[in-house]
């Protein structure tokens, strides 16, 4: 089955600075890429998400890039803020099946 | 999105019973996934709910342990059974909408074993 690998495990960024996290995926027929945050004792909610037909998305200061060659996927947030701070999961799946889940990145946005 | 209502939200149970969890959907939705979230975990997919036949478990999960039902396309339970501390952990229900709107997670259950 699928394996996604995420890194780093945690990162802890100034505010006003960026933050990336990079996952890797297994099954070159994998062809959507969704990234959730988690809060603390919250729902996983649905941030941005890729299919393998785009290279690259932006929703204000959050960012995805996919590269399928090399089987991985970045997230980026830009500016960041306070509110930033949670628990990020990346994920893939193939033909909108089931979802395969990184092991999550915990970002801590320093005031 | 699709909205979900998934309860009960927390329960203290004892070892050797069963809990029963539930998922309601406010739209007809094509896929529902039943995961599982130990503290400070990734979630973990137990099984995929199929509408009108047996449920698709992973690897590590069977049946018997955690027998799920889809009698329509609104609504799932996942029962977990003859239950001990090892179950105590968080379970999230999921679903696929239709539309762009990817996967959209209930509020979860969180389940201690006592």
């Known amino acids: 089955g699928e394996n996604v690998e995420q890194h780093p495990s945690t990162l802890s960024v100034q505010e006003g600075d960026s933050a990336v996290i990079k996952c890797t995926y297994s099954d070159s027929a994998s062809n959507y890429f969704p990234w959730y945050k988690q809060e603390l004792g919250k729902r996983p909610q649905l941030i941005i998400d890729i299919r393998s037909n785009v290279g690259e998305k932006k929703d204000q200061r959050i960012a995805v890039t996919l590269n399928k060659t090399a089987k991985h996927f970045s997230l980026h947030i830009t500016e960041t803020q306070p509110e930033d701070s949670a628990v990020y999961f990346c994920a893939a799946s193939m033909n909108d099946y089931k979802l395969s889940f990184g092991a999550g990145t915990t970002v801590t946005v320093r005031a | 999105s699709a909205v979900i209502s998934q309860k009960p939200s927390r329960d203290i149970c004892q070892r050797g019973t069963s809990l029963t969890i539930q998922c309601q959907v406010d739209?007809?939705?094509?896929?529902m996934f039943w995961y599982r979230q130990q503290p400070g975990q990734s979630l973990t997919l137990i099984a995929t709910a199929n509408q009108g036949s047996e449920a698709t478990y992973e690897s590590g999960f069977v049946i018997d342990k955690f027998p799920i039902s889809r009698p329509n396309l609104t609504f799932s339970t996942l029962t977990v059974s003859n239950m001990s501390p090892e179950d105590s952990s968080i379970y999230l229900c999921?679903?696929?909408?239709?539309?762009?709107?990817?996967?959209?997670f209930g509020s979860g259950t969180r389940l201690t074993v006592v």
């Open positions: 999921s679903v696929l909408g239709q539309g762009a709107y990817g996967y959209t």
């Open positions: 739209s007809q939705v094509t896929m």
